[in-house]
């Protein structure tokens, strides 16, 4: 019982609740923002690193007509004003438009750039140069949150962004590994679409359909195949939105088959393979709104086949473990077309995805 009125004991118990209730906030920030601070010199070297391989690579490989790297560090700081969204009828058209400027100009600046350059590099550098940005990007915006937290004491507002910078992190880690692969234009995993279609299209004649698009026909069991992907071995989607639009026109197929990659969930096996409905392609919204539009107009059926992965593995250098499903998903296809077709009708299959280093 004495020892129950001791000071010292009564110390020993009040003084952390003191330090907690009016110290707490402050403890919790500095022990949350001293693992952010490490992340953030992290995005700063994958940035800095990046810009500097970028440049390397320039000038060990291409001749430039004059210095790149004051228009290369324009390039970086570049930032794109999406159209006023109060006028939701017409916003898709606004947005690609200004997005269809933004790539336009960037490729005729990386043009200026060079004295003779191939497609296939200017296409790599033009790729480069997005990765770059999108480093430099989640580097300011983190770095901003991060400083103006500290600058304030605010706890609350650290949290979020500590919250999510293991999804940041990923996604960079993901954008820095990248670089060398881009670099030596070898396939990456978002490539399975046309690496399907790709092999399809061997021993056909091709067209352009539209910009850095082909389309080629063969056929499959009395059905007409109309084969459509991005142009390889140049790092572009192509624009399938418009290639698809055109080819409904002319063509009016009877089903649409679209393959493409797609982020795997956490507990999903990579490489695994699923069938669904609607539009299978990333982006914008855009191209998939173009999609949706023309086949509604005129009432075909969307099927999907997708290969599941992570955000690694979709910018990285395509793994064997995906590259080997591509037969496999040949024989969805024909299953696919086989169960949803018959003799007689016609069937666009579209691999969609960046088609570095896969030819057709």
């Known amino acids: 019982m004495g020892d129950d009125s001791n000071p010292l004991l009564w110390l020993i118990w009040i003084i952390p609740i003191f330090i907690f ?27 800095d690193n990046s810009r500097q391989d970028l440049i390397n690579y320039i000038k060990k490989n291409l001749n430039t007509t004059r210095d790149p790297i004051p228009k290369i560090d324009r390039f970086i700081d570049y930032f794109t004003i999406m159209p006023v969204d109060m006028d939701p009828g017409g916003i898709i058209p606004k947005v690609r438009h200004v997005v269809r400027s933004r790539e336009d100009n960037t490729r005729e600046q990386v043009k200026s750039l060079f004295s003779n350059v191939s497609e296939l590099e200017r296409t790599k550098v033009q790729t480069l140069l997005e990765v770059v940005t999108s480093l430099q990007l989640l580097y300011k915006i983190v770095n901003h949150l991060y400083l103006t937290a500290k600058k304030q004491n605010n706890y609350p507002l650290i949290l979020p962004l500590q919250m999510m910078m293991p999804f940041i992190m990923e996604e960079a880690n993901a954008l820095n590994d990248a670089v060398p692969t881009l670099k030596q234009g070898q396939p990456i995993g978002d490539g399975i679409g046309p690496l399907v279609v790709g092999k399809m299209m061997l021993g056909t004649k091709k067209q352009k359909i539209s910009f850095e698009t082909v389309l080629t026909q063969t056929e499959y069991e009395g059905r007409k195949l109309l084969l459509m992907k991005a142009e390889g071995p140049l790092a572009t989607v192509g624009r399938p939105g418009d290639a698809i639009e055109s080819i409904v026109h002319q063509n009016k197929p009877d089903v649409i088959i679209m393959i493409d990659a797609s982020l795997k969930l956490e507990g999903e096996d990579s490489a695994s393979i699923a069938q669904g409905y609607g539009a299978a392609i990333g982006g914008i919204g855009t191209d998939r709104f173009q999609i949706e539009e023309a086949a509604t107009k005129h009432n075909i059926p969307i099927f999907a086949i997708v290969i599941k992965q992570s955000v690694k ?25 086989n169960d949803t077709t018959k003799a007689g009708q016609t069937v666009l299959v579209v691999g969609i995805g960046n088609t570095l280093g896969v030819s057709q």
């Open 21 to 47: 209730v009016f110290y707490g906030q402050r403890i919790q920030l500095q022990v949350s923002s001293s693992e952010i601070k490490k992340n953030i010199t992290k995005l700063k070297q994958f940035k």
């Open 313 to 337: 593995e979709a910018i990285n250098l395509m793994t064997k473990e995906i590259a080997e499903k591509a037969d496999e998903v040949q024989a969805q296809l024909y299953e696919m077309i």
